[in-house]
């Protein structure tokens, strides 16, 4: 199966036109890098956003409506849905896992597609969802939750190894560290221990426990797909071209279409689409992970969200209608059509090379230059702290190009890549004397 590219049919976001602008709830935590292409997808669409937060004051212009809340806050779901009976919402979308609960139940509150809350909190909780998985009989990885509030030895021994320990809740491979014996095991967990200190989440358990797995070796892909009424649309299967085996798991290239075999690409299909039904996911985006190995496709994660950063915009169409674009219609309950992709496509998540101080990224001109790539956006200004994986959270920047085939389409990644020269200065901080 060969991945398609997606597009809205034109009697979806015309009709909304035609009727007047619909009104959209956007929910978003404050430091998402997701909310600008929302808001664009907005613009496009010509639909009325109103974008809840935790922030006190907007990341984004004014053009856009705000209101503040706690995604944690009990009451939240009530103060949102006192600003559906100002003006009705006709869809509900979250940007990123920590949203996305709350977005259940407020879609379900206002009776407008949505997840179950028991189905939306699995998809982000990765212990939680490990093991409704192998209870559902689905190929995932022997692992065990690490408690950091007891003592950490006996829990350590009784692991297998090599082993890959993570946060339950991050996303992005922030925190992602395999461990090869209990010693190392016992750094990693106090590593993600500070990581999870500063980054302080609002759910207790998700600062208390880890979850740790057995390490699969083999190719990792993702799918992209939308739910609608419980069955799944492939929108693409990305390949990893670059092994990820640790110790850290930050990703790179992403190409598509997948060069799998078709059976094999159909396998995964299948995995992802009885993952969802696992949990109970009905509607709307799904970004999975999934190692193959052994001719299995083996569950890494179901997320109720869209794949993260730049890469959405692998997904635009010929018509101009991208995967934002995609969600807000399928929460609006608008219908969804789809098109043969017109060529291959791919993007590289430029990694941060080393922690320190970003001076400059040289040789931008001559990878724009190589043959396929499509554009090059370096995100961090200079002056910007670098924090690599498995602490930081950003990239560098992205590289897209499209070719003929996956091949040229990494062939010009890779040469892009080559061209880019990143001058790093040392990080100076003052001590006491």
């Keep these: 199966m060969t991945s398609r590219r997606p597009t809205v049919s034109r009697s979806g976001p015309a009709s909304l036109r035609a009727r007047g602008p619909a009104r959209v709830l956007l929910v978003a935590p404050t430091n998402s890098y997701r909310t600008y292409a929302y808001i664009e997808a907005a613009r496009r669409l010509g639909v009325d956003l109103v974008l809840a937060s935790e922030g006190r004051h907007a990341l984004v212009g004014a053009e856009v409506a705000g ?92 692991l297998m190894y090599p082993c890959v320990i993570k946060p339950v809740a991050l996303a992005g491979s922030r925190g992602v560290i395999r461990a090869d014996d209990p010693r190392q095991a016992a750094g990693v967990c106090g590593r ?95 970004h999975a992970e999934v190692r193959v190995w052994q001719d299995e496709a083996w569950i890494m994660e179901v997320a109720s969200r869209t794949i993260g950063g730049e890469c959405a915009r692998l997904l635009r169409s010929g018509t101009g209608f991208g995967l934002e674009e995609l969600v807000m219609a399928r929460a609006m309950g608008e219908p969804l059509s789809l098109s043969a992709p017109e060529q291959a496509a791919g993007v590289l998540m430029i990694p941060i090379p080393k922690a320190g101080i970003l001076r400059r990224v040289e040789g931008v001109l001559a990878a724009r230059r190589v043959p396929g790539v499509e554009d090059l956006e370096i995100s961090l200004r200079e002056g910007y702290e670098l924090v690599p994986l498995p602490e930081g959270s950003r990239y560098l920047g992205f590289i897209f190009a499209r070719g003929a085939d996956p091949e040229a389409v990494e062939r010009a990644l890779r040469a892009a890549h080559r061209e880019l020269k990143v001058v790093v200065a040392p990080l100076w901080s003052l001590a006491p004397a």
Excluded: M
């Design 192 to 286: 993600i221990r500070r990581i999870l200190d500063r980054e302080k989440p609002g759910d207790p358990e998700e600062r208390r426990y880890l979850l740790a797995e057995r390490f699969i070796p083999g190719p990792e892909v993702a799918l992209e797909g939308l739910l609608k009424d419980g069955e799944l649309q492939l929108l693409a299967l990305f390949d990893k071209p670059d092994p990820l085996n640790g110790p850290f798991f930050e990703e790179t290239y992403y190409i598509s279409p997948s060069r799998l075999a078709p059976a094999l690409q159909a396998h995964i299909r299948r995995r992802v689409a009885e993952a969802c039904r696992a949990y109970g996911l009905r509607e709307g985006p799904v």
């Design 67 to 158: 209101v503040q809340v706690d995604l944690h806050d009990p009451q939240a779901v009530d103060r949102l849905v006192a600003q559906a009976r100002q003006r009705p919402f006709a869809g509900v979308v979250a940007t990123d896992d920590a949203s996305v609960v709350l977005t259940s139940r407020v879609a379900q509150a206002l009776g407008l597609p949505h997840n179950p809350p028991s189905a939306a909190r699995l998809s982000r909780r990765k212990d939680l969802a490990r093991a409704h998985l192998q209870a559902s009989g689905l190929p995932v990885p022997v692992h065990w939750r690490i408690d950091l509030g007891a003592p950490l030895e006996p829990q350590l021994q009784a």
